[in-house]
C-alpha cells in the first residue's frame, strides 16, 4: 500500500477497477458485496483502490462468484494468468481446493516433474525423458 492513496500497481489498478465496474454494474455496494463473497469489507475497499498488490487467490474466487463472474476471469484481471493467459496451476488449487501451502508446494513440483517427462527439453530436443 502507498502512503500517497495510489495504487500499488498498474495491475492492481485495474484489477481494482475491473471489480468496482462489475459491483456498479450489479448496484452492490461494498458492504453487501463483502457480505456475500464472506471477505472483509475493508479488504475489498483496498483491492478496489488498487492498494493490494498480491491479492489471495481464495478471496477473488469468492469475489467472482459473489459478481457472478468466472474466477478465471478474476484471476487474469489480477495478473495470475500465464503465456497462455490461464491462471498457474497454484493458483488454481489454491482457489479450487483450499489447501495449504505446503500441499500446494508439493503438488506444483510434482506438476514439474510430469511436465518435464512429456515436454521437449530446454535444448530443443524432441525426445520424451524416459522413465
Known amino acids: 500500500m502507498t502512503k500517497d492513496g495510489k495504487p500499488v500497481s498498474e495491475a492492481a489498478a485495474r484489477l481494482g477497477s475491473y471489480v468496482q465496474h462489475l459491483r456498479s454494474e450489479r448496484a452492490l455496494s461494498l458492504r453487501p458485496l463483502a457480505d456475500r ?6 479488504w475489498l475497499s483496498r483491492l478496489e483502490r488498487g492498494r493490494i498488490g498480491s491479492p489471495d487467490a481464495r478471496r477473488l ?4 462468484r459473489a459478481l457472478e463472474v ?14 497462455h493467459d490461464l491462471p498457474g496451476f497454484g493458483t488454481y488449487l489454491r482457489a479450487k481446493y483450499h489447501l495449504p501451502e ?30
Do not use: C
Request: hydrophobic share 40%.
Open 37 to 42: 463473497a464472506k471477505v472483509d469489507f475493508s
Open 61 to 64: 474466487w469468492r469475489v467472482a
Open 70 to 83: 468466472e474466477p478465471a476471469d478474476m484471476y487474469l484481471e489480477a495478473g495470475f494468468g500465464d503465456t
Open 102 to 131: 505446503e500441499a500446494v508446494t508439493q503438488l506444483e513440483a510434482h506438476f514439474a516433474l510430469i511436465n518435464e517427462k512429456y515436454h521437449p527439453t530446454e535444448h530443443g530436443h524432441d525426445e520424451v525423458a524416459n522413465a
